[in-house]
């Protein structure tokens, strides 16, 4: 199984089915491209017509755009356990994960991923609306797992993944939320599996001039 990513400084959508699969223990090989704008369809377009990242070939399975890998992970290779066991839990875990999916697009354009950066921004206040609902969205969901860190539903799965990004980018830009969402934030950053990502994302020197602020 292959998992085609982009810059691991920059690409906020590889790192969620990469997270999933890591932290899952699942072995899968990785195909980095660069994400310069250079021929950057053209590159791309040999692993899926989408021409993005990430990508997941698993066998004759071709799957592009990163919430469905991460469904078809959890339905192949976890048994379904990428999401909340309760039913309840399960639909909000989805909600909110197509929400971050669709939405947000101040935050996103405001403050790119870079995990090598570290620098105070002034943000619009649409981007704040943006961190408000987020904050809003950790408070309410943000709960203990049975080891005592804070997981999303309170157990480790795509909804984490999903929202790793956001921790990313408040660290980055030193932004702090209150309550528990900001011991969540805490929490995600310091997942092995995470750490993980980022330490490969430092000794990745590409400069990619779009995504800097």
């Not at 085609?4 to 590889?14: A, F, P």
């Not at 197509?98 to 101040?106: D, K, L, R, V």
């Not at 609902?133 to 157990?155: C, K, M, V, W």
Request: charged residues 20%; proline residues 3%; negative net charge.
């Amino acid at each position: 199984m292959q998992l085609i990513i982009g810059n691991k400084n920059y690409s906020s959508w590889s790192l969620r089915p990469w997270l999933l699969l890591h932290a899952s223990g699942i072995v899968f090989d990785e195909v980095h491209e660069s994400l310069n704008s250079h021929q950057l369809s053209e590159r791309l377009s040999k692993y899926s017509e989408s021409c993005r990242v990430p990508v997941l070939i698993d066998g004759d399975i071709n799957v592009h755009d990163s919430l469905a890998i991460c469904e078809y992970v959890s339905e192949v290779y976890l048994q379904g356990k990428g999401w909340p066991s309760d039913l309840k839990n399960r639909a909000q875990a989805r909600a909110i994960c197509a929400e971050m999916h669709a939405g947000f697009s101040a935050l996103r354009s405001e403050m790119p991923m870079n995990c090598r950066m570290s620098k105070a921004i002034s943000i619009t206040d649409d981007a704040k609306c943006d961190l408000a609902r987020i904050e809003s969205i950790f408070n309410q969901y943000a709960r203990p797992d049975t080891n005592g860190d804070l997981r999303l539903f309170g157990e480790f799965g795509i909804a984490d993944c999903y929202f790793a990004p956001i921790a990313s980018r408040l660290n980055t830009y030193q932004m702090k939320l209150a309550g528990t969402a900001g011991e969540y934030v805490k929490a995600i950053l310091a997942h092995p599996s995470y750490q993980m990502w980022t330490k490969q994302a430092l000794e990745n020197t590409e400069i990619v001039v779009e995504d800097e602020v």
